[in-house]
C-alpha cells in the first residue's frame, strides 16, 4: 500500500530545485509519543512520502534520525532523495548554528535541505505549557533581532550545513521590513493554510516573491494542543459545502482539503499516526482533482479561523494575541521598524 514517489507532482522552487508537493509533519508531542510518530515516519517513507517537516521542539528528531538512519542502511532510500525540513526553536535565536548541528545529528541526516526560523521572535514556552502561560522575557519583533537569527542561517548555507533557509509564522509587515536586508532570500514560509484560513493576502503576497507557501494544520487540525482550542474555532471538515464535495468524490472530507491546498500551489505537510490515513493523503495528490467550481466553492469558505493564535508569546504590554499578526497593517511595538 502505497504510492510510487516518482508518481508524485512536484513543485519547484524559485533556486530550481524540485520538491514533492506535500510532506508529512512530526508534530505530534502534545497527543502523541516520540516512538509512535517515528514509527509513522518509517511507514511513510515506504509509502512513498519523501518530504518530512520536523522542528527542534517537537522533541523526537532523535527517534526519526534513527528511522532515516534505517531506511538509508536497508537501501529504501537514499539521502538525497528526501527532502528534510526542520527548525530553530525561539530560545536558540543567539546560538543558531548548534541548533542546527544538533537537529542534523539527531535526524542522522548529514545536512538539512530547508532550515526555518520557527517563529519570528525569541519568545520561549516551556514545552506543554498551558495557554495562560507567560515568560517576562519575551519581547515584540524586532528587525535587528531577526535580521541576527537570519545571517547566521545564511552562514549556515555557506558552510554547507543546511541548503536553503526557510521563514515561518510571518506576517507581511514582518516580511516587508527585512526581505531587503537578506543576501540568501528564503526558498519558503511555512503558515497556517487551510479552507477557514486561507490567508489569501499573505499566499499571493509570497506567491509574488517568489517564496514557495507551506501549509501546516492543512486539516484545521482537530488534533491540535488543548491550548490552542476555543468555542468559537470553526472544525473545517464539517462545513456542508466541503462535505458535499467529498461525498461527490467518494473521499473524506481531509482528502478535499489536500487536494484544495496542492491545486491552490502551497505544500501541505498534514500529519497522522494511522497508515491508513497518511498513505490517503498521499494518493490525494494522484487521484481525481477537483473541478473548477469545487475549487471556487471552497474559495468562499474563508472564516478568518486562526486556530494556533500563539498567545504564550505575547509580551508584557501586549493587548491580546492579536498584536502578534499585525492585522492593522504594522508591526505592533517594534522598536525598530
Sequence with gaps: MGVNPAQVPQITLYTGDKVPC??????????????????????????GYRMFDCAACYGNEDQIGQVF??????????????YIMTKV????????????RKSIADLQCDYIDLFFIHWPFPNYHAPGCTVDSRNPDSKPFSVEEFMDTYRQCEELVRKGLIRHIG???????????VLDKMEIKPVACESELHPCFQQQEIFDYLVAHDIQPIGFMPLGSPQR??????????????????????????VHPAIVCLKWAVQR????????????EYV??????????LTDDEMAVIATLEKNNRLVKGQVFLWEGADDWHDLWDEDGFIVDCPDA
Design 265 to 276: 500551489g502551497q505544500i501541505p505537510i498534514p500529519f497522522s499516526v494511522h497508515e491508513m
Design 167 to 177: 521563514i515561518s509564522n510571518m506576517t507581511i509587515p514582518k516580511m516587508e521590513a
Design 69 to 82: 538512519k534505517a531506511a538509508f542502511d536497508e537501501g529504501i532510500v537514499e539521502r538525497k532523495d528526501l
Design 89 to 100: 526553536w525561539n530560545d536558540m535565536h543567539r546560538d543558531v548554528e548548534k541548533s542546527c
Design 22 to 47: 506535500i510532506g508529512m509533519g512530526t508534530f505530534g508531542s502534545d497527543r502523541f509519543t516520540a516512538e509512535q510518530v517515528s514509527n509513522a515516519v518509517a511507514g511513510a517513507i515506504r509509502a
Design 225 to 250: 494542543p488543548e491550548r490552542d482550542i476555543v468555542a468559537e474555532d470553526i472544525a473545517d471538515m464539517q462545513l456542508p459545502e466541503l462535505r458535499e464535495i467529498a461525498q461527490a468524490h467518494g
Design 280 to 289: 490517503s493523503n498521499l494518493e490525494s495528490t494522484i487521484t481525481e482533482p
